[in-house]
């Protein structure tokens, strides 16, 4: 029929989401959000202080935030999916890994566990797991 055209949709392909997908995106942003926080912690304390080591944190932090978010709108966009499966798993990894190193007061010594640090971490472990779930069932 003419004229009968529906007019495209905006909200991307959220309706291809299922229950993993939103476990993971939940989780993503969980981690993106404390990461931005602390960013900006950090951030503020450097340009007060002059301390470069928390304007490097600071920027690292939010750099981290960026790549959860980014790999949150890829997925719901349904662009590049199982490529950021697999490069989420490393990057939500390496974050766990960072956060060990940097934290612990001695190697092998763990570090202590926040309540910041431990949303951040059971949040990333949740989305470690979604990520590689949906690997393993759409490639």
């Not at 890829?74 to 939500?92: A, E, H, N, S």
Request: glycine share 12%; aromatic share 8%; net charge positive.
């Amino acid at each position: 029929m003419a004229g009968s055209q529906q007019a495209p949709t905006t909200a991307g392909r959220a309706g291809a989401l299922g229950r993993t997908h939103w476990i993971g995106i939940v989780a993503a942003l969980v981690s993106a959000l404390v990461h931005l926080v602390l960013g900006g912690q950090f951030l503020l304390s450097g340009l007060e202080t002059g301390v470069t080591v928390s304007l490097v944190m600071g920027a690292s932090f939010l750099v981290a935030a960026a790549g959860f978010v980014g790999g949150v709108w890829l997925v719901v966009v349904d662009r590049f999916r199982p490529t950021v499966y697999l490069l989420g798993i490393p990057f939500t990894a390496g974050q766990i890994a960072l956060w060990y190193a940097l934290n612990s007061p001695g190697l092998p010594a763990p570090p202590a566990v926040t309540p910041t640090s431990g949303v951040d971490k059971l949040a990333q472990v949740v989305l470690i797991g979604a990520l590689a779930v949906l690997y393993r069932r759409e490639s």
